[in-house]
């Protein structure tokens, strides 16, 4: 009898891949690996302090040395002066007017040209690909556009000197991480009890208190452009610090924040929330008052798992985020990948013949995408009190791959996504009921092929047109909220309205221009994604490890893949599925240098499609 004992990593064990991961550099825009916030780790880097501009060098030294002298931002020599490295390589004149901790930043790959213009004396072209930049809240884009800047120089004291920095701070790839360091801000989630991520990228105090004074100017600031309308917050715009962040004699962060509602005992926690998610990280202790007073005279002392309710990745009302996964077998059946056997119930008997499913860890309900009899697929659910039945709930001529809420109160699918595509969420819970939602911004991208929801609820990750984009959920407009109209099961039509709050899809952006024929999605976390892509023209798809900005990636092994893959399951603390040529996989040691092979011992291979873990 065949082994179906599934291999685990265990805290210590990932601990120790996620660090050694950091160390190896893995590829990235430029980073080394999926979003971690490993403050006390990587502060300790200390960058090269370039050199002085070189005596009597021409135009185009000029400009690549004030480039890579942007590399490091902090003040030298004790003078107070911001960049004071760079600042070398400018005219007395713009060195005054130069502010470059306020412009956006523009990354450059390491192999950018400069061209001097032969026709004018001191005009240098700055010419490269640009993967990506910070915005001016610090946030990453990921671009992949040509950057091209003329830039102009006189003559100092007979030296070159730049007369116009450009309105860019420009760094290379390789010099970014020298100078940025990616960090995490929180957010609430719009119910005001779970902590959304907003991944920023700050320049690096050499004090605990500095670090966490820059991280809480940005939150007081509130959250990045694309969050903004999706996530809410303790602070306003009457929110500030009284002082400047301290460090105890015992260690502890003291903070004092006024003009913030503490009224309630949530409003107190939520603040309590924001602060230490953020913060901890940089000190694991934190203690905070309001106007000279705890926050809580009970609770003088906080730290990360005083507020782990706020998890976003954890099931509500449980420390767990998955269970054992299962797959479809060649007959359409939803069967356990660790006991082979087939679910009770129609979903476990191949009639109907299901396609996909999710199921919920929570509620334990499943949904399952399955050949409609009439023509075209459907939409099936079943509940664990009522695992005789699956009901009907979307009927279309194509639908994507279930996505469930964190609650498993909801199933979200695509319908049509090759012809007219429309997000659909459906509720789980009492008589089948949907609502369209809008999502305006699909339209003319191309096909629609999957979507995945984070685990906070709030972003969803959508492939539209072989191509991975990041967007939002935010309230639908008003005018928007009228429950549409659908193709009922029976085939007649009806009001659809689930009685949800409406939604709407948008500030959908491309996560990763180089990633093509994009196929399965998942969340890992509220921080990162795994997604199957290819990175060459007619290229398999490879398994790709993404932080939710698309700054950080890192290529997962493919030691074992000799085919497309087309279905994909993840899940924190347990093993990586695949499936393709019709075979289900699991990877056999670490992400970097594991290898593909059958989740079943003394088996060479599983045959299968679609896995899932509950989630």
Same mark, same amino acid.
């Given at each position: 009898?065949p082994?179906?004992?599934?291999r685990r990593? &265990?805290p ?7 660090v ?6 893995c590829t990235?825009i =430029?980073?080394?690996s999926?979003?971690?916030?490993v403050t006390?780790?990587? +502060? ?5 302090v370039?050199?002085?501009?070189t005596?009597?060098?021409?135009p185009d030294q000029? /400009? ?16 107070g002066? *911001?960049?004071a ?7 007395p004149d ?12 523009v ?5 950018y040209?400069t061209?001097?213009?032969p026709?004018e ?14 915005d001016g809240?610090?946030a ?14 006189? $003559?100092?004291?007979?030296e070159?000197?730049i007369?116009?920095p450009?309105p ?15 960090? /995490?801000l929180?957010f ?5 009890t ?6 920023r ?5 050499? #004090?605990?208190a ?5 991280? !809480? ?8 452009v694309?969050?903004q ?15 400047n ?6 260690g ?5 924040f006024?003009g913030v509602?503490?009224?309630t005992?949530?409003a107190?926690?939520?603040?309590a929330?924001?602060v230490?998610w953020?913060l901890s990280p ?5 203690a ?5 007073v705890l926050l809580?005279p009970?609770?003088?002392v906080?730290t ?7 998890d976003?990745?954890?099931l509500?009302?449980t420390?767990q ?9 060649p007959?359409g ?8 056997k087939?679910?009770a ?6 009639? =109907?013949t299901v396609?996909?499913a999710?199921?919920s860890?929570?509620?334990r ?5 399955a ?7 459907q939409?099936?659910l079943?509940?664990?009190? @009522?695992?005789d039945?699956a009901?009907?709930?979307?009927k279309? +001529?194509t639908?994507t ?6 609650s ?6 695509? @319908?049509? &996504?090759?012809? $007219?595509p429309?997000?659909?969420r459906?509720?789980?819970s009492?008589?089948?009921?949907r609502?369209r939602?809008?999502?305006d911004?699909?339209?003319? $991208? ?13 972003r ?10 990041l967007?939002v959920l935010?309230?639908?407009a008003?005018e928007?909220?009228?429950a549409p109209?659908?193709t009922a099961?029976?085939?007649g ?7 949800q709050?409406?939604?709407?899809? #948008?500030?959908l ?5 180089? !990633?093509?024929? %994009?196929?399965?999605?998942?969340f890992?976390?509220s921080l990162?994604? %795994? /997604?199957a ?9 490879s398994?790709?490890?993404? *932080?939710?900005?698309?700054?950080e990636s890192r ?7 000799f085919g497309?893959?087309d279905?994909?399951?993840?899940a924190v603390s ?6 393709f040529?019709?075979?289900?996989? @699991?990877l056999?040691g670490?992400q970097?240098?594991g290898?593909w092979q059958?989740p %079943? ?15």
């Amino acid at each position: 009898m065949p082994d179906r004992r599934r291999r685990r990593a &265990g805290p210590i064990a990932l601990l120790v891949l996620m660090v050694g991961a950091l160390i190896a550099g893995c590829t990235a825009i =430029p980073g080394s690996s999926a979003a971690f916030d490993v403050t006390r780790i990587a +502060d300790q880097v200390e960058p090269v302090v370039p050199d002085a501009p070189t005596p009597g060098a021409g135009p185009d030294q000029i /400009v690549r040395g004030f480039i890579a002298a942007s590399a490091r931002p902090e003040s030298e020599g004790g003078t107070g002066s *911001s960049f004071a490295a760079a600042r070398q390589y400018l005219t007395p004149d713009a060195q005054a007017g130069w502010q470059p901790s306020q412009l956006p930043v523009v990354i450059l790959d390491d192999n950018y040209r400069t061209e001097a213009d032969p026709m004018e004396s001191g005009t240098v072209s700055v010419i490269g690909n640009s993967p990506g930049g910070l915005d001016g809240s610090r946030a990453f884009h990921s671009s992949g556009v040509v950057y091209s800047r003329a830039i102009h120089l006189v $003559k100092v004291d007979d030296e070159w000197r730049i007369s116009d920095p450009p309105p860019d701070l420009l760094l290379t790839a390789s010099d970014f991480p020298t100078a940025y360091r990616q960090r /995490v801000l929180y957010f609430l989630d719009p119910s005001g009890t779970l902590v959304v991520p907003d991944v920023r990228h700050i320049i690096i105090g050499q #004090t605990t208190a500095n670090r966490a004074n820059r991280l !809480l100017a940005m939150l007081l600031d509130g959250p990045a452009v694309s969050l903004q309308g999706a996530v809410t917050s303790s602070f306003s715009s009457r929110s500030a610090l009284r002082s400047n962040p301290s460090v105890d004699p015992d260690g502890v962060l003291q903070i004092d924040f006024t003009g913030v509602d503490v009224s309630t005992t949530e409003a107190r926690r939520a603040l309590a929330a924001q602060v230490v998610w953020t913060l901890s990280p940089t000190t694991p202790r934190i203690a905070i008052s309001v106007d000279g007073v705890l926050l809580d005279p009970a609770q003088p002392v906080y730290t990360i798992n005083s507020v782990s309710s706020f998890d976003p990745d954890r099931l509500p009302g449980t420390g767990q985020v998955a269970s054992d996964p299962f797959y479809v077998s060649p007959g359409g059946a939803v069967t356990g990948l660790l006991d082979g056997k087939p679910v009770a119930g129609p979903l476990g008997t191949g009639s =109907p013949t299901v396609l996909s499913a999710a199921a919920s860890a929570t509620t334990r309900v499943t949904a399952a995408v399955a050949v409609d009899p009439g023509g075209g697929e459907q939409l099936l659910l079943t509940s664990p009190d @009522q695992v005789d039945r699956a009901d009907p709930a979307l009927k279309a +001529d194509t639908l994507t791959q279930p996505s469930l809420t964190r609650s498993g109160d909801e199933a979200w699918v695509v @319908q049509n &996504g090759g012809t $007219k595509p429309e997000v659909y969420r459906v509720s789980t819970s009492g008589p089948p009921s949907r609502e369209r939602v809008p999502a305006d911004e699909l339209a003319g $991208k191309g096909a629609v092929t999957a979507l995945a929801l984070s685990p906070d609820g709030v972003r969803v990750a959508v492939v539209v047109g072989d191509q991975l984009y990041l967007g939002v959920l935010k309230p639908a407009a008003a005018e928007g909220a009228s429950a549409p109209t659908s193709t009922a099961p029976n085939g007649g039509s009806r009001d659809e309205s689930a009685g949800q709050s409406p939604l709407q899809i #948008t500030g959908l952006t491309v996560l990763r221009s180089d !990633l093509q024929d %994009v196929g399965p999605i998942t969340f890992v976390n509220s921080l990162e994604l %795994v /997604v199957a892509a290819a990175n060459a023209p007619n290229g398999f798809r490879s398994l790709w490890n993404l *932080s939710i900005d698309g700054y950080e990636s890192r290529k997962i092994s493919d030691n074992g893949i000799f085919g497309n893959i087309d279905g994909l399951a993840a899940a924190v603390s347990e093993p990586l599925l695949i499936t393709f040529s019709g075979r289900v996989w @699991q990877l056999d040691g670490s992400q970097a240098d594991g290898k593909w092979q059958s989740p %079943v011992d003394g088996q060479p291979f599983l045959n299968g499609s679609a896995p899932f873990y509950p989630s």
